[in-house]
């Protein structure tokens, strides 16, 4: 029986790149983790050992750099379109090129009240997160959020579930709901102003988790999810990642103690993931 080679890919992943744009009032910080995939003909360097169609990935991890100081880096969704196009242009052998980005938020540090221009501090945890994927034919942006850790401790139940011989968990009407968003929408087209809209959408994440009455995890992920479709015509699909961070009330009655649903211990292992994608009638997920 003979073997051949079905897929492949490779590339340089977790690029760091500080990029300082020095303006006359102020400097501005990006502070990005870089990753780049080529799919494409690369069948004889793993068959026969030939090299002549591979790009070095050192040259890859140069090549973010460089096209990093051609000009400032704005919006991370841009320079992953810059990396592709660049990557496609110059590499006919690569049938797609894949550039993930994630960047950490940094923040100005207050001095008596304004905004410093040039120091910074560690900003808000949760990171930005994009996707560009690119072919000779075109290209598609996709955006994200991680690290999203939020919590609600009223309007949130759990109950009417199938119960089996195994079941031990008790059906509630008030529980401490917590998880930690992760979130990747594609957008339709490219003309899309990406900051802008990132912002937006992790203000509606955080405004639906907050007011929806949640009768599951399920419930309130595709409430958000449509609330952002709803406010969003740029978005086409929406896919959501919520690992229910449970937390145990803690039984007091061994001190003679009753916990009014108020004393809660924070478990992090096992945990509940709740996935989904909703989308429009057309999607790229």
């Not at 030939?50 to 991890?61: E, I, Q």
Request: proline share 4%; with cysteine; hydrophobic share 35%.
């Amino acid at each position: 029986m003979g073997i051949k080679l079905s897929t492949s890919n490779y590339g340089k992943s977790r690029v760091r790149l500080v990029r300082i744009t020095r303006g006359d009032e102020q400097h501005h910080l990006k502070d990005i983790s870089v990753d780049i995939q080529f799919e494409g003909d690369f069948e004889d360097v793993h068959v026969h050992g030939d090299n002549r169609n591979v790009l070095p990935t050192d040259t890859m991890k140069n090549t973010v750099y460089a096209l990093a100081s051609q000009r400032p880096v704005a919006e991370i969704e841009e320079f992953g379109l810059r990396l592709t196009g660049h990557f496609l242009d110059n590499n006919p052998q690569a049938r797609n090129v894949r550039v993930n980005l994630t960047e950490r938020q940094w923040a100005r540090i207050l001095v008596e009240g304004r905004p410093h221009p040039w120091a910074f501090v560690a900003g808000r945890p949760d990171k930005r997160t994009a996707m560009v994927s690119g072919t000779h034919a075109g290209r598609s942006v996709q955006a994200g959020i991680e690290d999203l850790l939020v919590l609600k401790s009223n309007e949130s139940a759990f109950e009417g579930y199938i119960q089996d011989r195994y079941t031990t968990l008790p059906e509630t009407r008030d529980r401490i709901f917590a998880t930690v968003v992760k979130a990747n929408w594609s957008y339709g087209r490219q003309d899309v102003a990406f900051s802008r809209c990132w912002e937006g959408v992790r203000s509606v994440l955080l405004q639906t988790f907050a007011e929806h009455r949640s009768e599951s995890v399920q419930h309130t992920l595709y409430a958000m999810a449509g609330a952002v479709l709803d406010s969003f015509g740029e978005i086409d699909a929406i896919r959501i990642s919520m690992p229910n961070k449970h937390h145990l009330p803690v039984d007091l009655t061994p001190f003679g103690m009753e916990n009014n649903n108020e004393v809660f211990v924070a478990t992090d292992e096992p945990h509940g993931l709740i996935e989904a994608v909703v989308r429009r009638d057309s999607g790229l997920f």
